[in-house]
């Protein structure tokens, strides 16, 4: 088995077979029944002739067969490759050229930009997954028919060999493959469960951050299984059913963004709910604001852990241990075995303190092998072993590190990261727009929302919803600009770039007013 990822659970389910591993409303698989369906869909890649290293493809929600595929791809020597539910076509058609998977496994829900996105590239069959009785959209293939027979003898595989592919654009630009290693994503879970949370068998950890992202996969899904916890999954965040699933399943670990927290404290009915099984709740995906954080214990009583990482990290790469060894508003330090330093723009190391703000530079077994099939842009950030991370912060005299700033232009819309020059590019392609610029809208509930400041060609009409609904059908609702601004003429600069700053602290001065 060597240094497989998912020994992990093949371990859990030998220690704990019949105890719950995951939970989704009624229905619960133990840990020998997630051992065994994850064997059969091994098998069965096996029976379809994917070969270790070869790519598979995941667009799953949080159900139970994210879980079961991410696993029985692991144990076939593969490497899994997880998608946004929310893709539209032509962004899936990307990934899966960029990935070049040998097969997609979709769920129902979101199986029609699955197949656009297939089509779109040819060649990527798609397997469909969906609730008891659902039959999948014709021109796919129902997931059952890709369920061999078990036991399945686990390829082995090496600590530097890739696990997953995790699509980031980092800080800027299109999306980029970060290569995570067996030995990465081992080790996230290793240093997590035993010197941060200190998880347990008996811990109950709710995942409804989304299990395609880093910090559910790893931080929630991979650690809990690590552990022989269980995993009570929310397909959707809803602040009352997250409170309901809570006062349910007795859940002891959340684990969420600032809007969540944010949602949940705001909710008029939380009251209602029995929340005191919870003992720990972490933050990470954004800067939590400190009234909400102070808040928020105050009134579940329970602490909140702020922690920071990367998807090319694993992707914690700092956290606070516990509420007596934490600083407020810090991201804590760097977790055991990882390095972090702040730089000046020369890679020098600056002192401590609030006056010497610099990059973020990262080293350690968390750091990603590289990105796929791009080492130009591997390059660029990892320089003299040192991971470059895009963030601006500072260290303070006990070690302790805090994010002030992004280099570049990534928003953060509740968590999820938002690259506005791929929103600039769908909005270049309106007939109408002759220039545009993408910056983030400050927003109390999300963190930041999308902005977009619109130039018109000469001659050409367009009303902001338009535009709007130009961008939905093109990509993520997320991605998606909330406001559009018209201008008659947007900010050059003497090299005739936009000057996003002046936009940005023209929203700002418009919402401080």
């Not at 290693?181 to 347990?200: D, K, P, S, Y």
């Not at 509420?323 to 991201?331: G, H, I």
Request: charged share 25%; net charge negative.
């Amino acid at each position: 088995m060597g240094w497989n990822l998912a020994v992990m659970l093949r371990e859990s389910a030998r220690a704990k077979p019949g105890k719950p591993a995951v939970i989704l409303d009624q229905s619960r698989l133990t840990y020998a029944e997630l051992d065994l369906l994850s064997d059969r869909l091994a098998a069965g890649l096996r029976g379809a002739e994917i070969r270790p290293g070869d790519r598979v493809a995941l667009m799953l929600p949080n159900v139970p067969q994210f879980p079961i595929a991410y696993y029985g791809i692991l144990k076939s020597g593969a490497v899994v490759v997880p998608l946004n539910v929310l893709l539209k076509g032509p962004e899936v058609a990307y990934h899966l050229r960029d990935s070049e998977p040998r097969l997609l496994i979709a769920w129902q829900d979101f199986a029609s930009e699955a197949m656009r996105g297939a089509a779109e590239v040819g060649n990527v069959p798609v397997y469909v997954a969906g609730p008891p009785g659902s039959t999948p959209p014709e021109g796919a293939h129902h997931l059952a028919e890709l369920m061999g027979t078990a036991p399945f003898d686990m390829v082995e595989t090496r600590p530097e060999d890739t696990a997953v592919i995790l699509y980031t654009s980092g800080t800027t630009g299109r999306p980029k493959g970060a290569e995570l290693t067996h030995f990465n994503l081992f080790m996230c879970c290793e240093v997590g469960a035993n010197r941060i949370v200190q998880l347990h068998d008996d811990d109950v950890s709710l995942a409804v951050l989304p299990l395609f992202h880093s910090f559910g996969q790893s931080n929630v899904m991979n650690a809990s299984v690590y552990a022989a916890g269980t995993i009570t999954l929310v397909p959707r965040f809803e602040a009352s059913k997250v409170l309901e699933v809570i006062q349910r399943d007795r859940v002891t670990i959340f684990a969420g963004v600032p809007t969540m927290f944010f949602a949940l404290l705001h909710h008029p009915e939380a009251d209602r709910y029995d929340t005191s099984s919870l003992r720990l709740c972490f933050s990470g995906g954004a800067s939590m604001p400190g009234e909400v954080m102070k808040a928020f214990e105050d009134r579940f009583g329970v602490t909140i852990l702020e922690g920071y990482g990367l998807s090319e990290t694993s992707p914690t790469a700092s956290a606070n241990r516990s509420r007596e060894d934490r600083r407020f508003l810090s991201v804590g330090k760097p977790i055991w075995g990882v390095e972090m330093r702040v730089v000046d723009d020369q890679d020098r190391p600056l002192p401590a303190g609030p006056d010497h703000v610099g990059e973020i530079v990262i080293r350690g077994h968390n750091v990603m092998k590289g990105y796929f099939r791009n080492p130009e842009a591997t390059a660029e950030v990892m320089r003299n072993g040192w991971f470059h991370t895009g963030d601006m912060g500072y260290a303070d005299e006990d070690g302790f590190f805090y994010i002030v700033d992004r280099k570049k232009e990534l928003i953060i819309r509740g968590g999820f990261n938002v690259y506005p020059r791929e929103v600039e590019e769908v909005l270049y392609a309106h007939p109408a727009v002759a220039a545009a610029a993408v910056v983030p809208l400050p927003d109390e509930r999300l963190g930041e929302e999308v902005r977009a400041v619109v130039q018109l060609a000469p001659g050409q009409q367009a009303t902001a919803e338009e535009l709007i609904a130009f961008c939905r059908d093109r990509l993520a609702a997320y991605k998606c600009p909330r406001v559009v601004d018209f201008v008659d003429q947007l900010p050059i600069g003497p090299t005739g770039k936009v000057l996003k700053r002046e936009l940005i602290e023209q929203a700002r001065s418009v919402t401080r007013s």
